[in-house]
């Protein structure tokens, strides 16, 4: 597998349809950089930290599930809309959400564990979001037939992630080092969710090669 050529590829895909992943993302983007903003206002520490991930989890899933739907569409030559692709994406909110959550909690373990099998578990995990919506399965045999399929390839998953993530998010965190008002931080960090979808687009490209291979 080339890993260049499929970054370079990934990279193509994002930058032609960026004002469509703009599109689904940023309304809700914003939502949930107000809803943050009211946790910490309302919330003691020890729970701020609980109720983002779980908003995260809430609203990622609805969100998330769009731009999967997008994606497809476009690889089937079938372009959907906006509110085509939310239309669907309310359809599997629940079960993706629960996916969202399972995972989250396993690849936190890993992570607190000794940071390197969180970072595994999430490589491990990368398709069954695309497996749970796009194959119609449990939450629970989405993950493990992303850890079947990824095994072989894990490297090269994390390597050509590791590597995108790097060049469109690193110029936003130097940035935000240097972020002095709330307004900025929270422009950076909207920005940061948007150009994280760079690697999302990978791993749909890896999972649509590997499953057409395995079709073929």
Partial sequence: ?????????????????????????????????????????????????????????????????????????????????????YRAALLVWFKLALLYLITTIATLAGLIAFVIPGIFAFIRFAFADF????????ALDAMNESWQRTQRYQWEIMAGYALLLLLFEGPIYIFYQFAAQPIAESVLHILSNIVTFVGTVYLFRIYTILKNNAIA
């Fill in 131 to 138: 497996i749970c919506i796009l194959e119609d399965r449990t």
């Fill in 1 to 85: 597998m080339d890993i260049l050529k499929t970054c370079r590829e990934c990279i193509y895909f994002f930058r032609s349809n960026l004002s469509r992943f703009v599109t689904i993302l940023l309304p809700l983007l914003i939502l949930m950089e107000i809803a943050i903003h009211l946790i910490e206002l309302s919330l003691p520490n020890n729970l701020q930290t609980v109720a983002t991930l779980l908003l995260g989890i809430l609203l990622g899933s609805l969100y998330n599930a769009a731009v999967i739907y997008f994606m497809a569409s476009i690889v089937t030559n079938n372009p959907w809309s906006v509110i085509h692709c």
